[in-house]
C-alpha cells in the first residue's frame, strides 16, 4: 500500500471557523483518511510547534495578522509540499482585514481602553507575552508561497472535502465559480 499523504493544518488571524468546516467532512473523511493521515492540527494532535514533522500538504486558516502568525507562516513554509490558502481569511484577509481601516495604535486603544465591554481602570496595554500587531492585515500569499486558494467564510465542507479528495488522487481541481461559503 503506498505512503499516505501527509496533512497538517494551521490556524493563523481567523476565527477557527475554516476548521470546523473539516470538522463537517462527515463520511468524507473516511475516504480522506485512506489516502491521507492528518501529521499535525491545532484541533487534532498535541504536536508542540518545533515539533512539526515534514509534510506533503498544508492547509492554513487565517491570515497574517500579527509576528506570530508570520513566524510560524514562514517555519511551516518550510516544512510543507504545497500549502493551501483555505478560507477568505487566508485566501484575501477576511473580516480581519477590516482593521485595516484603522492604524495599529488605534486598534490597540479601543481593545483595551475604549471598547464597552473593558474593564481597564489602569489604562494598560499589555506589551509583553502578546505578539506585536503587524502594521496591517495581509493574505498569506503576501508572506509565504501559496500553492492553491480555496476562499470561502468559511468553506464548504462538500467543496473542501471534494477539493482535498482531488488533490489526493493527483488530478486537476476546479473549484465552484460560484459561492464558495458554507452559509
Ligand atoms: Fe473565520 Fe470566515 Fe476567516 Fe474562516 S474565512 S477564519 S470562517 S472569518
Known amino acids: 500500500m503506498a505512503d499516505k499523504v501527509k496533512i497538517g493544518t494551521m490556524w493563523l488571524g481567523g476565527c477557527s471557523g475554516c476548521h470546523l468546516s473539516i470538522a463537517d467532512f462527515h463520511e468524507s473523511l473516511l475516504d480522506v483518511l485512506e489516502l491521507a493521515q492528518f501529521e499535525f492540527s491545532p484541533v487534532l494532535c498535541d504536536t508542540k510547534y518545533d515539533e512539526v514533522p515534514e509534510l506533503d500538504v498544508l492547509i492554513v486558516e487565517g ?64 506589551n509583553e507575552d502578546v505578539p506585536s500587531l503587524e502594521s496591517r492585515v495581509r493574505p498569506l500569499y503576501e508572506a509565504i508561497q501559496v500553492d492553491l486558494m480555496i476562499p470561502g467564510c468559511p468553506p464548504k465542507s462538500d467543496v473542501v472535502a471534494e477539493a482535498i479528495l482531488t488533490l489526493l488522487r493527483g488530478e486537476t481541481i476546479e473549484l465552484p465559480t460560484t459561492n464558495l461559503c458554507e452559509v
Open 63 to 126: 491570515g497574517i495578522r500579527n509576528e506570530e502568525n508570520r513566524e510560524l507562516a514562514e517555519m511551516l513554509r518550510e516544512k510543507a509540499g504545497l500549502v493551501i490558502a483555505y478560507g477568505t481569511c487566508a485566501a484575501y484577509g477576511g473580516i480581519p482585514g477590516l482593521g485595516n481601516l484603522h492604524t495599529v495604535e488605534e486598534l490597540t486603544t479601543e481593545a483595551y481602553i475604549n471598547s464597552v465591554s473593558t474593564y481597564n481602570d489602569a489604562g494598560i496595554i499589555p
